[in-house]
């Protein structure tokens, strides 16, 4: 599965909404998707699973949606600690693999 | 936690042995995978294992050159990378899966460098 994230920079003020786009290149179960967040110097951390539920810590300002082949993960107000590149994941099944997206930085305007 | 160990310079062609060591999970019950990172690229599954480790997976990258393992007596898991190349060049993270329904990894060390340079 290949999945392109869009847009590759977005650039937003705090307080603004952030909407970023997954596309798989292939249609998948919505159990299989997940987004991760990942500052510099970190590893990559956990932020919807499920294309919708939020793992553990993740604030409810974090919300995912999609289905089939085009998923989003959604921040209603960008808060300063969101500043970061964040990465939409697919599982495959035959052959069991992952695949993530090229990531989507979202900087501060 | 996940703490890996085990990165380090290589010459192209030569070997290298990851080790990831897991606390405060019952690692035997969790499938793991190696995920790796170039440096200001993106995230790269590179291979997973089963629970009881009798079925391994490998990206097409790596496959015939890397092999992954684990020991659950000692809550440990490994990565065998044979042959390497500059762009095998990255940090590697181990990663604890979350398997049925859902799919992904969430629980992530912080990494170990590999540089493979002559």
């Known amino acids: 599965v290949v999945l392109t994230q869009s847009p590759g920079t977005l650039s937003l003020s705090p307080g603004e909404r952030a909407t970023l786009s997954c596309r798989a290149s292939q249609s998948a179960t919505s159990s299989y998707q997940a987004w991760y967040q990942q500052k510099p110097g970190q590893p990559p951390r956990l932020l919807l699973y499920?294309?919708?539920t939020r793992a553990t810590g993740t604030p409810a300002r974090f919300s995912g949606s999609g289905s089939g082949t085009d998923f989003t993960l959604t921040i209603s107000s960008v808060e300063p600690e969101d500043f970061a590149v964040y990465y939409c994941q697919q599982y495959g099944s035959s052959p069991p693999m992952y695949s993530f997206g090229q990531g989507t930085r979202l900087e501060i305007k | 936690q996940l703490v890996e160990s085990g990165g380090g310079l290589v010459q192209p062609g030569g070997s290298l042995r990851l080790s990831c060591v897991a606390s405060?999970?019952?690692?035997?019950?969790?499938?793991m995978s190696w995920v790796r990172q170039a440096p200001g690229k993106g995230l790269e599954w590179v291979s997973g294992?089963?629970?009881?480790?009798?079925?391994?997976n490998h990206a097409d990258s790596v496959k015939g050159r890397f092999t992954i393992s684990r020991d659950n007596s000692k809550n440990t898991l490994y990565l065998q990378m044979n042959n390497l190349r500059d762009e095998d060049t990255a940090v590697y993270y181990c990663?604890?899966?979350?398997?049925?329904?859902?799919?992904?990894?969430?629980?992530w060390g912080n990494g170990t460098t590999v540089t493979v340079s002559s």
């Open positions: 405060g999970f019952t690692f035997s019950s969790h499938v």
């Open positions: 294992i089963s629970r009881s480790g009798d079925s391994t």
């Open positions: 990663a604890k899966c979350s398997w049925a329904p859902y799919y992904n990894m969430d629980v």
């Open positions: 499920g294309a919708s």
